[in-house]
Every structure is written in structure tokens, then in C-alpha cells.
């Protein structure tokens, strides 16, 4: 499950300055969704907009088949993991951060989730491991590093459904090929991906939607896109 269809949606924060107009996509379960477009575009909104903080004014948005708007708001968070642009740990543990939130986790799930974020080899080779406190009164990690962190954290929620929201953007190309790649070993364990980014270095993804002005103005894959030029 996490399949995902957004059909003919509209959408506005204030009612005479539309945003979305008449987005439709499908996702199906388990595959791999780039949205790129200029700053503005509406990628963030959409990503909102599945996670339900605002309602839709018109059209309709389904997760495996059921209307959001009839699932409550909690499984609606079990559903869909989000990894934010900008992540804000706590001065606290690395462990702590992975874990946050969810204080029945064991010790191997949080393990598993950061060897799927690929950070599992940097904590080990740190003097305290997973204890190692981390933010202003310890260690200061790198962007990606925290992203890592970040991701690991939303994985360790196994969620059908996980949205990078420019979760990779500010990092240098190298280190976000990294993310990619873990990211990758992620799907395969079935994760839905949607990967909102301001320019189309996404070559892997299934399907890219380029979005201008809260419409779809292209589509198809990194090599249909190529293509056309
Ligand atoms: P992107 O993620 O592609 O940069 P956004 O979805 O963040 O684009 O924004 C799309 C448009 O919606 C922009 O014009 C932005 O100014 C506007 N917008 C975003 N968030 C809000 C908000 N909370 N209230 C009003 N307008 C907003
Ligand atoms: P958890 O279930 O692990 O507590 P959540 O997924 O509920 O985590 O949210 C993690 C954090 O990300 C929260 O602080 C929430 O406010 C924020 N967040 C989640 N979705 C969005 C979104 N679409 N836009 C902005 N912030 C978000």
C-alpha cells in the first residue's frame, strides 16, 4: 500500500489567489515521484496538502484508494512520513534524535533505521556511538549529516509514505547522490517516495512532474524530459 492519486485538485491559501489549479498525478504503491520546479512552483503545498494541514477547495486526494478526508488524523500520520529542508535536532543523543517521539523503539529498530540512512558506519566510528550528544553542547553534524539523522528518523516510522520536501536541496551534489542511494535501498522495502526538489537532478525516480505556476507544464521520465529538450 501507499498509493497515491491526486485528482483535478485546487487549491488556494487565500481565496482569490490560487496556488494549485487542476493538478492530477498517480503514484502507484511503492514507486518513486520527483515534483520539481522553480521556487513557488507549489511543490511544498502539495506535500502539505497529502499530510491534510490545509483542506483542498476542489478535486480530490486518495491513499490507496480512500479519500483523505475520511481518514483520521492520526493514521494519516502513521501514513505519510515527512523529511523537512531544514532539520533542527534536539541537544541531545543520536539515538535520542532517531528515536524521538517513539519511546518504545528498541535499540535494533533504531540501528535498522540508521543503516538504511547509510549514517549506521559514521555513529560507530564516534567515541559514544549512538550516545554521542549531538547540537550545541556536542557534536556539530554536518547538512547532510543531519538530514541523514532526519531521514532515519521518519524511516523508523515505517511509513507506506515519505516525502523529502526538499529534504536534500541545500546539500553539495556529492553528498545528495548519497541520500539518493540510501534512499533507494528504502523504496525497496516498498516506501512510496515523493521527492520535491528544485531542479531535476532526480534521475532515478519513476515518473517527474514539472510543476510551474500550481500546474503540471511537463511530464514523464528523466529520459522522456531529455528528449524533448
Ligand atoms: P515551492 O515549494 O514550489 O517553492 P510553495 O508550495 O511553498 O512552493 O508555494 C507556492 C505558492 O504558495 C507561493 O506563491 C507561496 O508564496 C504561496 N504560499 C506558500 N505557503 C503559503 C501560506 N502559508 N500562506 C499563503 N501563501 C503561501
Ligand atoms: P512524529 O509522528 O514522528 O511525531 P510528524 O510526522 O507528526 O512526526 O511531524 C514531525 C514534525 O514535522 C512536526 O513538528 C510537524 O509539525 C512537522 N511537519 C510535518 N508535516 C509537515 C508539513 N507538511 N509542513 C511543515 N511541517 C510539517
Known amino acids: 500500500n501507499g498509493a497515491i492519486r491526486f485528482d483535478d485538485v485546487h487549491f488556494a491559501y487565500d481565496a482569490n489567489r490560487p ?3 487542476g493538478i492530477s ?3 502507484p504503491a511503492g514507486r518513486t515521484i520527483a515534483i520539481v520546479g522553480p521556487s513557488g512552483a507549489g511543490k511544498s503545498t502539495i506535500s ?4 491534510r494541514f490545509y483542506d483542498i477547495q476542489s478535486g480530490a486526494i486518495t491513499i490507496d484508494g480512500q479519500d483523505i478526508r475520511d481518514v483520521t488524523q492520526r ?4 501514513a505519510v512520513g515527512m523529511v523537512p529542508q531544514d532539520t533542527v535536532l534536539f541537544n541531545d543523543t543520536i539515538a535520542y534524535n532517531i528515536r524521538y517521539g517513539r519511546i518504545a523503539a528498541t535499540e535494533a529498530e533504531v540501528v535498522r533505521a540508521a543503516e538504511l540512512a547509510q549514517i549506521a558506519d559514521f555513529v560507530r566510528g564516534l567515541p559514544d556511538g549512538f550516545d554521542t550528544m549531538v547540537g550545541e553542547r556536542g557534536l556539530k553534524l554536518s547538512g547532510g549529516e543531519k538530514q541523514r539523522v532526519a531521514i532515519a528518523r521518519t524511516i523508523l516510522k515505517s511509513p507506506p509514505i515519505l516525502i523529502l520536501d526538499e529534504a536534500t536541496s541545500a546539500l553539495d551534489t556529492h553528498t545528495e547522490q548519497e ?4 534512499l533507494d535501498m528504502v523504496s525497496k522495502d516498498r516506501t512510496t517516495l515523493i521527492i520535491a526538489h528544485r531542479l531535476s537532478t532526480i534521475v532515478d525516480a519513476d ?6 505556476d500550481g500546474r503540471i507544464a511537463e511530464r514523464g521520465t528523466h529520459r522522456d524530459l531529455m528528449s524533448q529538450g
Open 207 to 212: 515518473e517527474i512532474i514539472v510543476l510551474r
Open 48 to 51: 502539505r496538502l497529502l499530510y
Open 19 to 21: 496556488i494549485l489549479q
Open 75 to 78: 493514521s494519516l500520520r502513521a
Open 25 to 27: 498525478f498517480e503514484v
Open 179 to 182: 541520500i539518493q542511494t540510501s
